[in-house]
C-alpha cells in the first residue's frame, strides 16, 4: 500500500460484523496477506465484505515458528494482522509479531476498532477514569489469589477476561480477597445473547448460576466501595421513584445502576425520605 512494507494491527469485530470500520474494510482488501488467529472466524468477516486477501493462520501454537516467515513477507509487501475478536495484542498472540516489527524498523500502523476492554468499561456504570486491566484471570486458584492480593489497593476499576467454566470460582475467589464490591459482568458482548449484570459480586455469584459465552468483568477499585454521599441529583432521582409508586429495594436497584452509589446509602436515603416526608 505504501511504499514502505508496512505491519497493519487490525481491530476486528468482538461478535456483531456491522462493528468492522470503513478503514478496516479497505486495509484488509489491499494488503498482501493477512495473518490471522483464527482462519475460519476471519474468512467468516473476509466473505461478509467481499475481501480476497490470502489469510495464514498466526496463533498460540505456531507463533514462534510462523515469526521468520511473516518477517520476511513484511520485506516485500504489507501485512495485516487480525486476533479471532478485538484489537490485536490484548490476550492473544499479535505482540509478539508487532514487538520483531518494531525492532526490525518495519512501520508499525494501528487500524482502531472494536476492543471488549472498552466495549465493557463503557457501559459497566463504574468509575472510568482509571482501570487496571488483567487479561484472563490465571486459571489456577493460588496463582489467581496472589494476583488479586496484588491489586487489591488499586483505586482505579479493575478489568479481567473469563471463561464460563471459571467464572463462579473466580468470583468466589473476588469476593474472598476483594470483599463484596460492587462489579459489572459484560456477557457476549454486541452478539445476540448480550447482558450487563450490575451488581455486588454476591449477587453475580446468585445470577449466574449456569454461565455460558465470553464473559468481562469490572470490578470497583478500592475505596471506591465506601463511596460519597449521593448527591442531590440521586436523592431527587430516589425521591421521584418513590412517588411513582415504585418498591423501594427496585427504586434502590436503578439508581445505583445508573449512578453508582452503593446501595447500603440509597437504602438508608430511603428511610429518611419515608420519615421526613411521608413517600
Known sequence: MGLMPTLYVVATPIGNLEDTTLRAIRVLGEVGLIAAEDTRRTRILLNAHGIKTPLTSYHEHNKIVKLGYLLDCLQTGDVALVSEAGTPGLSDPGYE??????????????IPGPSAVATALSAAALPMGRFTFVGFLPKKKTERVRLLQSIARETGS?????????????LADILEVLGNRRIAVARELTKVHEEIFRGTVQEALEHFRQPRGEFTLIVAGGGQAESPTPTAAVEDELRSLLKQGVAARAAVAKVSAISGAPRKELYRLCLKLKREEGL
Do not use: K, N
Open 158 to 170: 479493575i478489568m479481567a477476561f473469563e471463561s464460563p467454566h471459571r467464572l463462579a470460582a473466580s
Open 97 to 110: 509479531l508487532i514487538v520483531a516489527a518494531a525492532e526490525q524498523g518495519i512501520r508499525v500502523v494501528p
